[in-house]
């Protein structure tokens, strides 16, 4: 399953479909709510959407009680499969694939603030949260990945971020790295490549 970005929708994810396609995998591309030609008004950057990624999950293996899932996804997609990894998953979902996502939308929102718009993260983060929290039912900053991911029982991990890619996401995989380093299921492979990616890199693992 292949989930897209923030702002984007499921067609435009049919360039990496078809690197999975090229090895034998059927992919589902779904369009998240309020992207594409999926219904609703509110983004919720991962969290609401995980349970979402749970029905589709559902419906695969209603179509194919043998199916092997690899739950793929980029920017805010990638935290939503991050997210749904914490959930009671069934076995057919094997491994998790994140690609440039982020450990919380409450520390994404605050490296936007500081990075992007320039402007202090407090107290404008936290009252954007507050308002969440009256509108939507949850905080910023329980919509976690790292806490979702610490939780996961049985899949395999890849993080990955760009070889040119922003600082803050290398950090971000040294983080989430930290957290979760003590998963039995955490693949040897990918810690070596974590290395790689962290070679000259001052990281403090907090973002």
Request: net charge negative; proline share 3%.
């Amino acid at each position: 399953m292949a989930c897209h970005g923030y702002t984007s929708k499921a067609a435009e994810m049919g360039v990496y479909a078809i690197h999975f396609a090229d090895k034998g995998y059927s992919v589902l591309m779904p369009d998240a709510r309020a992207h594409g030609e999926s219904e609703g008004n509110l983004i919720g950057m991962g969290w609401p959407e995980r349970f979402d990624i749970l029905k589709w999950i559902d419906k695969i293996i209603e179509s194919d009680p043998e199916a092997q899932i690899v739950l793929y996804g980029i920017s805010r997609g990638a935290a939503t499969v991050m997210m749904t990894s914490g959930e009671n998953l069934p076995d057919n979902v094997k491994a998790v694939i994140e690609d440039c996502g982020y450990s919380s939308v409450f520390d994404e929102l605050k490296w936007m603030a500081n990075s992007m718009g320039h402007v202090p993260s407090f107290p404008l983060v936290y009252e954007v949260s507050l308002i969440n929290e009256l509108k939507s039912g949850f905080s910023l900053k329980e919509a976690s990945a790292v806490e979702q991911v610490k939780k996961a029982l049985h899949q395999h991990f890849l993080f990955m971020v760009p070889k040119t890619g922003w600082f803050h996401l290398t950090c971000l995989i040294k983080f989430m790295m930290q957290q979760i380093v003590k998963n039995k299921n955490w693949l040897l492979r990918e810690q070596v490549m974590l290395r790689q990616v962290q070679q000259n890199q001052n990281c403090t693992g907090q973002l």
